[in-house]
Nanobody, 125 residues
Framework: QVQLVESGGGLVQPGGSLRLSCAAS????????MGWYRQAPGKQRELVAL???????NTADSVKGRFTISRDNAKNTVYLQMNSLNTEDTAVYYC???????????????????WGQGTQVTVSS
């Protein structure tokens, strides 16, 4: 009933830029904090950035000053603008959303944590 669909990954040269998008769709009542995580080969998934509905953000030190998270509440969409990319940014990037959705029983809602399918970002010359 709820899906997160990511787009925007790809291959880029060091120093280049990419913009990731993630749209939440389905029987959504409210979307709370949205965020981006990444997982490089052989490493654990790590937080990249979070954003609340009011626009407050939390960005990992490793990407601060290079990556910017933003969102469009009307579209239930979160973005990640990535600049000055380097090889250490190579990873699968996942979006995450804490949201409330209609359960299908009358007007009842439930809260859940959802993940996108992941999009590959490769930084290489």
């Amino acid at each position: 009933q709820v899906q997160l669909v990511e787009s925007g990954g790809g291959l880029v040269q060091p120093g280049g830029s990419l913009r990731l998008s993630c749209a939440a769709s389905g029987s959504i009542h409210s979307v709370y904090t949205m965020g981006w995580y990444r997982q490089a080969p052989g490493k654990q998934r790590e937080l990249v950035a979070l954003i609340t509905p009011t626009g407050s953000t939390n960005t990992a030190d490793s990407v601060k000053g290079r990556f910017t998270i933003s969102r469009d509440n009307a579209k239930n969409t979160v973005y990640l603008q990535m600049n000055s990319l380097n090889t250490e940014d190579t990873a699968v990037y996942y979006c995450n959303a804490d949201l409330r959705y209609y359960s299908g029983v009358a007007v009842n809602t439930r809260r859940g944590d959802y993940w996108g399918q992941g999009t590959q970002v490769t930084v290489s010359s």
